[in-house]
């Protein structure tokens, strides 16, 4: 039985349940608090076991401070796991392969099983090859069954080998969508020790929109999916206790604002305020105003601001939504009580104590989109216009000129904007006039596509707009504003430019339903946006190929085209490999760039397009009224859709049922799989550690600015063929259109380890003027250029450690395993940057990788480095005497291949090992290493 210092165990009677709780209120300090933290003091009481959890740990949460820099690391321990496919199959083959690995070291396999619950949404692994059609849907999905059929195969098994692990099947919806409409508990029961217990429901996650969950009072986040796989073998997550900002809400958001234009300019204050590494919590009047979904879309931008966790309290406003989305009364009810009695239920005139404040009057939000690459970066919708003009000149390989509207100096002479209504009716083609004269001197093409349609591309043209992504898909508020407004534009005779490839990809099949009753799925499907899949599609990178003539123009003039979708990450070469720029947007803006066709638009001064009746039609004149949305969402949305919608989540479609299942407790690898292999992470494994050596030697793999994602370091999308990772599926027999994506893959070391830093638009500062997985291989004689794949397995033969340097932010974005696990793969001991984001920094030490970072103030440039010296680091053994330094000694020497008269460089780089925790993890090679350890030496 757990130790109970402070006499906080008590009874809780519901509806004639008793439940065993464990009392906040039993805490000195607990009542000053913020939400988020009274969650955290809840799991130390529950889980005090005088070594992990101490009263000393409970005490010090107590008497939080919250102006002190965090020192006090605790031990979370999440209530659940939750796991789309992507990070989900890698976490499920590294379980399996640690079940070989316990009975190679004497333990008993079976011990390799969740113990907290664990659920799986397959939500990633859907592309939108088809749209556009009524029959995209299902062939999408069919392909989807094609492609990944082995990793489906080996889930199902994963199904059956593991208790409490459970997987919803594929075309059901995305992962934070389904777990905040039916996995999220808010409150959790189960039965310890003979009691039922009642606590509050927690989660960490292998995705970053996680945070998602954070609008129903559930306070989770996202990890790498070898912290989640620790998390399920019940070690808990080391963390210091953080600071928390308070950020208030007050006022209302005004007429023709949406959800999405909140989000957007809370994102970009955040980031503005500097929030990594700290709860973000909403408080205040105006928190009761905020409906359930936009809370959710505000906490599932949490990465995107770089906090850890995005709070919202419970209130009446969460059993309202627990209510609509088929939740019991009874669960109702405990929620309400044990919300109630712990005191995490929302006091708007109770203001707790924070760290630092914010507010944000609703009532000045402005449309707003963000981009062209990072979701930190909000242009104000009247503003658009210009900025694309600004930033294009990054993105055109062309000279731009901001020519005069009215000059057509720039047209070719076959322009179809030139073309008459005669000519049209001569070719009996149809002709598409452009929406407005052209901002850029550029080289426009005319395509012709294969039904005859003809029409100018240009720099900014519109290549994709897709409705996608948890972030939106989850909020009717913002999907049927974009319903109505397609059914404006319809009544009003426009009609999506033809060069837009226009998709629809539901968070769940609710949405759907909910389109249908609202009569809406018709005009949407008569602009082109037909429904093709439920997944996470172009926010993934799953946008699907654009139409081979619109792709081979847009290569051949190396147009700058651009992508608006209303998902929450547009980094570069995410989205499509043809699609330079990326916007992020609201629904109904996803339509309205549809209609104009171009980011080089103007919505106030330029219209869409023309009625029946030759009168200019502009955004302002069919965009929905506020009232109008309300009310259809009051009549198109009930409890029953949600009840019917989830209540065989788990069973899955036919072709689901019908998949062959292999069984036993160990699973038996395919050694001609593509999809699906043993990791060598514990091969040679032994009981005892290899002693902390440090590093002499070093060459640098990759020397990288700021802002580099995980998506530059392990990209999700598509394989190209002479890629290492193409090479690879072409040596194995794989046809070019099997190769699926490096997402698809994460089952298959040999594809991600081939697929580190393979971005497309990858910047190695070793190389002037390169884009892609490339580096200098400092193993020849001449350096020349090479693939950083072949140039690692060159170090690794010849023994020589390596390093990265990069940037601030290194490693934003996705919670991304792979991103660390290929990173060590690749023979990477030691990452240094001017800063890290958190996911990937702690996914860095789980792997066995050092984050180190350059004195405050100083960056590779400033030291004067330009990753041709050879590095050596002092001062990592003294981790081998059970301490972490704070610094360690960097020198960085000339090489043969250094610049003449290039000097030594030497500094301390500080040591991001933050807990005594993740100095055990290093110390062991590994997260999974260590809880291999640890469970062996329970037996």
């Not at 994963?158 to 409409?181: L, R, S, Y």
């Not at 996650?205 to 990890?223: E, Y």
């Not at 309400?336 to 104590?353: G, I, N, R």
């Not at 076959?414 to 001197?441: K, L, M, W, Y």
Request: one cysteine or more; a negative charge; charged letters at 20%.
């Amino acid at each position: 039985m757990a130790i109970n210092s402070f006499g906080s165990r008590d009874t809780l009677s519901v509806g004639g349940t008793d439940y065993e709780i464990f009392r906040i209120d039993t805490v000195p300090g607990h009542e000053r608090l913020p939400f988020s933290l009274k969650v955290l003091l809840e799991n130390l009481l529950r889980t005090e076991d005088g070594a992990n959890v101490t009263a000393e740990q409970i005490t010090a949460l107590g008497g939080w401070d919250p102006a002190a820099e965090p020192d006090t690391e605790i031990q979370f321990s999440p209530a659940r796991v939750i796991m789309q496919d992507f990070t989900g199959v890698p976490c499920i083959v590294d379980l399996a392969t640690m079940r070989e690995a316990v009975s190679s070291l004497g333990g008993d396999p079976n011990k390799i099983n969740p113990l907290a619950p664990a659920e799986m949404v397959i939500d990633h692994s859907v592309i939108a090859d088809l749209f556009g059609s009524e029959n995209a849907l299902e062939r999408n999905v069919e392909i989807e069954y094609e492609r990944n059929g082995e990793r489906y195969q080996f889930l199902r098994w994963g199904q059956t080998a593991f208790d409490d692990f459970k997987v919803v099947p594929p075309g059901t919806g995305i992962v934070h969508q389904v777990n905040i409409e039916y996995l999220a508990r808010v409150t959790m029961t189960r039965e310890v020790e003979g009691r039922l217990r009642a606590y509050p429901d927690t989660c960490v996650g292998t995705d970053s929109h996680t945070t998602m969950v954070n609008g129903l009072g559930v306070l989770g986040w996202g990890v790498g999916g070898i912290e989640a796989e620790a998390a399920m073998l019940g070690q808990p997550v080391s963390m210091l206790i953080p600071k928390v900002v308070g950020f208030k809400l007050t006022g209302a958001i005004p007429a023709g604002v949406t959800a999405t234009d909140v989000v957007l300019t809370i994102t970009d204050m955040l980031r503005q305020h500097g929030v990594v590494g700290k709860f973000v919590e909403f408080y205040g009047d105006g928190v009761g105003a905020v409906p359930l979904a936009n809370r959710a879309t505000i906490g599932n931008m949490s990465p995107e601001f770089g906090s850890t966790a995005a709070m919202f309290p419970i209130d009446d406003v969460t059993l309202d939504y627990l209510r609509l989305t088929g939740r019991s009364e009874e669960q109702i009810a405990l929620v309400e009580s044990y919300s109630k009695v712990q005191k995490l239920w929302h006091d708007p005139s109770v203001e707790p104590a924070f760290s630092e404040y914010m507010e944000l009057d609703l009532s000045t939000v402005v449309p707003s989109i963000a981009g062209p690459k990072r979701p930190q970066d909000r242009i104000e919708l009247t503003d658009a216009k210009e900025q694309f003009e600004r930033d294009l000149v990054n993105y055109a390989s062309t000279p731009v000129d901001i020519v005069d509207l009215a000059s057509e100096s720039s047209f070719p002479a076959s322009d179809p904007a030139s073309t008459t209504p005669e000519d049209e009716q001569q070719s009996g083609e149809v002709i598409f006039e452009r929406a407005h004269a052209p901002q850029s001197a550029s080289s426009p093409t005319t395509v012709t596509l294969e039904d005859g349609t003809r029409f100018t591309l240009d720099h900014g043209a519109v290549a994709i707009a897709a409705i996608t992504s948890c972030t939106n898909t989850s909020n009717p508020s913002v999907m049927l504003a974009a319903g109505l407004l397609a059914r404006n534009a319809v009544r009003r005779g426009l009609k999506a430019k033809p060069w837009v490839k226009t998709t629809l990809a539901p968070g769940s099949k609710v949405v759907t339903d909910y389109y249908a009753k609202a009569g809406l799925t018709e005009d949407l499907e008569a602009l082109g946006f037909y429904t093709v899949g439920y997944g996470c599609t172009t926010c993934i990178g799953n946008s699907g190929p654009l139409l081979d003539e619109i792709s081979q123009a847009v290569n051949d003039k190396d147009l700058a085209v651009t992508a608006v979708l209303s998902g929450n990450r547009n980094f570069e070469g995410r989205i499509n490999p043809d699609v330079k720029m990326n916007y992020l947007a609201s629904p109904p803006l996803v339509i309205a760039y549809s209609l104009a066709g171009s980011m080089d638009f103007d919505f106030e001064s330029q219209p869409l397009g023309t009625d029946q009746d030759g009168n200019d039609v502009f955004l302002a004149d069919i965009w929905p009224d506020a009232a109008e949305v309300q009310d259809t969402i009051d009549s198109s949305i009930n409890e029953g859709m949600f009840t019917t919608q989830y209540a065989s989540v788990f069973e899955g479609d036919e072709r689901w049922r019908s998949l062959e299942t292999p069984d036993g407790a160990v699973f038996e690898w395919d050694a001609e799989s593509t999809y699906v292999r043993k990791p060598p992470y514990f091969d040679g494994m032994t009981m005892e550690t290899t002693p902390v050596s440090d590093i002499s030697g070093a060459r640098v793999l990759a020397k990288l600015g700021d802002s580099v994602t995980t998506d530059h370091i392990s990209p999700a999308g598509a394989i190209k063929v002479d890629s290492p990772a193409g090479r690879y599926l072409g040596e194995h027999g794989v046809e070019r259109r099997d190769f699926n994506s490096y997402g698809s893959r994460r089952g298959n070391h040999e594809i991600m380890i081939r697929g580190t830093f393979a971005n497309i638009r990858l910047k190695n500062q070793l190389l002037d003027g390169v884009e892609g997985g490339y580096t200098r291989d400092f193993t020849q004689a001449d350096a020349p250029q090479s693939f950083i794949y072949d140039a690692s397995q060159n170090y690794q033969a010849q023994g020589t450690p390596l390093v990265i340097f990069g940037g601030k932010e290194y490693g934003s974005g996705s919670s991304r395993d792979w991103a660390a696990k290929g990173t060590s793969l690749l023979g990477v001991k030691a990452v240094i940057t001017e800063s890290f984001e958190r996911i990937h920094r702690s996914n860095l030490i789980g792997m066995g990788v050092v984050p180190l970072q350059f004195p405050v103030g100083e960056s590779a440039e400033s030291l004067g480095l330009d990753g041709t010296e050879v590095v050596s680091i002092s001062g990592l053994e003294q981790l081998n005497d059970g301490t972490t330094p704070k610094t360690v000694h960097v020198t960085a020497e000339p090489s043969e291949h250094s610049p003449a008269g290039k000097a030594t460089v030497e500094f301390d780089a500080v040591v991001r090992i933050d807990t005594p925790g993740e100095a055990d993890y290093y110390r062991n090679g590994g997260i999974l290493q260590y809880v291999l350890r640890e469970l062996v030496g329970s037996n």
